[in-house]
């Protein structure tokens, strides 16, 4: 049985859900009485990321992010540890073994955090927060005997999910640049515009879903020292880590359309909202007060 769990959940959430777990079932009227198995806690945190300049996301928008994308996923993680390392529960007459520990699945995706190319900030800078969690997670419940398994997720073909106009992509991020600010506008649009385009030409679909799907039920299947580490699934996984791990970085950015900008001239926050206006669309203003007087070096 599959459960989704909402990422508010509280202590008495997870004592309900374990209560569940040790009350005997009935799939029907008559029939005999079962235990559900608590087999894995899988988490997805999102993997929609917004694209733009670090310079035109406004604070509130990266605050949101790391609320939804990282913070979620580890107190969801962290709430449902008691009842991960707790001993399985005896059941009397129970007819089969006792199953192993629970595992922790974390899904991630993967391309984007391994080439860390511009404009995708909030994406690489989450996922490698992720990724280190899972490794210490890791660290920490492997003398317990509960693995943990790090997904990492190429590309997968969603277009009968979500079929993409590329054109009206294109025109989205044209309007969302004309909402920066004049010197946002000048530093980055071209090149901005140039990335997506690229990025756009160069999609290709990606691996059929079923392969997610029997990865994830394979690693759930695994027992022993099998189970947990790392697990690379969907096209360009494997390869672009590789990529990200060897290729110079400029390469990447050059492969985008990325080319020198000429010095521009000086920005003005209230032209269309400033950069608060890059992603959030709200014609508010936040700022950082910097004090210019203080010397660091005293």
Do not use: C
């Not at 997720?153 to 079929?163: C, M, Q, V």
């Not at 494997?238 to 990529?243: E, M, Q, T």
Request: without cysteine; proline residues 8%; neutral net charge.
């Amino acid at each position: 049985m599959l459960t989704r769990i909402q990422p508010h959940i509280s202590s008495n959430s997870v004592e309900r859900f374990a209560q569940y777990l040790s009350t005997p079932q009935h799939a029907f009227e008559g029939a005999r009485a079962h235990h559900l198995q608590f087999t894995s806690l899988i988490v997805i945190p999102s993997l929609t990321y917004p694209s733009a300049p670090i310079a035109t996301i406004s604070p509130t928008h990266i605050s949101d992010l790391l609320n939804t994308r990282l913070l979620h996923p580890i107190l969801l993680t962290q709430a449902f540890l008691p009842l991960l390392t707790s001993p399985p529960t005896h059941h009397h007459h129970h007819p089969h073994p006792q199953p192993p520990a629970p595992k922790v699945l974390l899904l991630t995706p993967a391309i984007i955090p391994s080439l860390n190319p511009p404009f995708h900030a909030p994406e690489s800078t989450i996922s490698a927060a992720l990724t280190a969690f899972a490794a210490s997670l890791s660290s920490e419940l492997r003398p317990l005997g509960v693995p943990v398994t790090h997904f990492q997720l190429g590309a997968f073909d969603t277009s009968s999910l979500h079929p993409k106009n590329q054109l009206a992509t294109l025109s989205g991020h044209s309007a969302e640049t004309r909402a920066w600010a004049y010197g946002a506008r000048e530093a980055y649009g071209k090149n901005f515009i140039r990335a997506a385009g690229s990025s756009l030409a160069g999609a290709e679909k990606g691996s059929n879903l079923r392969e997610l799907h029997n990865a994830v039920f394979d690693e759930m299947a695994k027992t022993g020292r099998r189970a947990g580490g790392t697990v690379r699934v969907g096209q360009g996984a494997s390869l672009y880590s590789l990529v990200g791990a060897w290729a110079p970085r400029g390469l990447v950015g050059w492969m985008m359309g990325i080319r020198r900008v000429e010095r521009v001239g000086e920005w003005s926050q209230s032209s269309n909202g400033g950069s608060e206006a890059g992603v959030e669309g709200s014609g508010e203003s936040e700022y950082i007060s910097v004090n210019p007087g203080v010397d660091v070096e005293k």
